[in-house]
């Protein structure tokens, strides 16, 4: 049973880091692509940044030279470095885990940037 458990967030002010960590356990070794969503009240479920099991990153546009995604295989983690913080990016934050078409969430963790 795959599971995933987010944590690393909380309430910044504009222009502040965090650093968001997804730890995953059960059967991983053969997901295709990791990655972290966001989702605010009444808007749908966004991506923000992938990254494949080659290590190819991918970020969406309202992130990319702020935030940054990564993954340590030997610990079964992912990250993501969040820099430059805007109030826009308040939202929820899932981890994700696609393993051969198959997806997997976790519950999510709060970020908030607010002076």
């Known amino acids: 049973q795959v599971q995933l458990v987010e944590s690393g967030g909380g309430l910044v002010q504009p222009g502040g880091s965090l650093r968001l960590s997804c730890a995953a356990s059960?059967?991983?070794?053969?997901?295709?692509?990791m990655g972290w969503y966001r989702q605010t009240p009444g808007k749908e479920r966004e991506l923000v940044a992938s990254i494949s099991r080659g290590g190819s990153t991918y970020g969406a546009d309202s992130v990319k030279d702020r935030f940054t995604i990564s993954r340590d295989y030997a610990n079964n983690r992912m990250y993501l470095q969040m820099n430059s913080l805007k109030p826009e990016d308040t939202a929820v934050y899932y981890c994700?885990?696609?393993?051969?078409?198959?997806?997997?969430w976790g519950k999510g963790t709060l970020v908030t940037v607010s002076s």
């Open positions: 994700n885990l696609d393993i051969s078409g198959v997806q997997y």
């Open positions: 059960g059967i991983i070794f053969s997901f295709n692509v």
